[in-house]
């Protein structure tokens, strides 16, 4: 059992060039989430989907989109990306509430 | 606005010694969670502390709840190097798993 998967690893981006993460789960939970790591500011909730559907909005979700086309799948979108986003991206998944975490992309924008 | 507040943010300890990281939060909660995230990797579930009073124990940290003083603990015995990792808590707010916060974390580093 994978769990969640996320792809890229790594990548270096230049500002202004659109990018998607993919998250792919493999649990059927119903419920996603793409998450920013920051040094300092501990975890923030860019975009949540409750179900497959259906998606809202975090603490964070400026500069960013999501889709959620079945329950598997839930990618991240940069439209055009700036310096500022330069982060680590996790994405999880949740059953009961506990989420469970991927493995992380980590994203550099110049 | 739910706020997590998580003391100390560093804690550099000795192996057997006991301390306690503390996780204040600042409205009413259904949950309140621990994760463990050890540097590079992805964040693991610990704890899941579900009514006031809840108590769970895994190996050398036990964490704890008091809902009334929105105050949780983690709680680590006999520290050993392995324990070195960062701690995070988060809180679901009132009506729905899509509003967890996460604590800062907590940076602990056990020196043999």
């Known amino acids: 059992i994978a769990g969640i998967t996320q792809a890229p690893t790594s990548q270096i981006l230049a500002a202004g060039r659109r990018m998607t993460l993919r998250c792919t789960q493999d649990m059927r939970h119903n419920a996603m989430y793409w998450y920013r790591q920051d040094l300092g500011l501990g975890l923030r909730l860019i975009h949540y989907s409750n179900t497959a559907g259906t998606t809202g909005k975090g603490e964070v979700p400026d500069g960013y989109s999501v889709s959620r086309a079945n329950t598997d799948d839930f990618p991240l979108t940069l439209a055009s990306a700036v310096p500022s986003q330069t982060s680590v991206y996790f994405c999880?998944?949740?059953?009961?509430?506990?989420?469970?975490f991927g493995p992380g992309t980590r994203l550099t924008v110049l | 606005e739910l706020k997590v507040e998580q003391n100390p943010l560093f804690l550099s300890m000795q192996e057997g010694k006991n301390y306690t990281i503390y996780c204040n939060y600042s409205?009413?909660?259904?949950?309140l969670y621990w994760y463990r995230q050890d540097p590079g990797k992805s964040l693991e579930s610990l704890f899941v502390l579900l009514s006031n009073g809840a108590v769970k124990q895994e190996g050398r940290l036990m964490a704890s709840l008091d809902t009334k003083a929105r105050l949780s603990t983690l709680h680590i015995t006999a520290a050993v190097h392995d324990l070195s990792a960062t701690y995070f808590c988060?809180?679901?707010?009132?009506?729905?798993?899509?509003?967890?916060?996460f604590g800062t974390g907590t940076k602990l580093q056990v020196i043999p």
């Open positions: 409205t009413t909660s259904d949950r």
């Open positions: 999880a998944s949740s059953e009961a509430g506990t989420q469970y």
């Open positions: 988060a809180v679901d707010a009132v009506g729905g798993y899509q509003k967890v916060t």
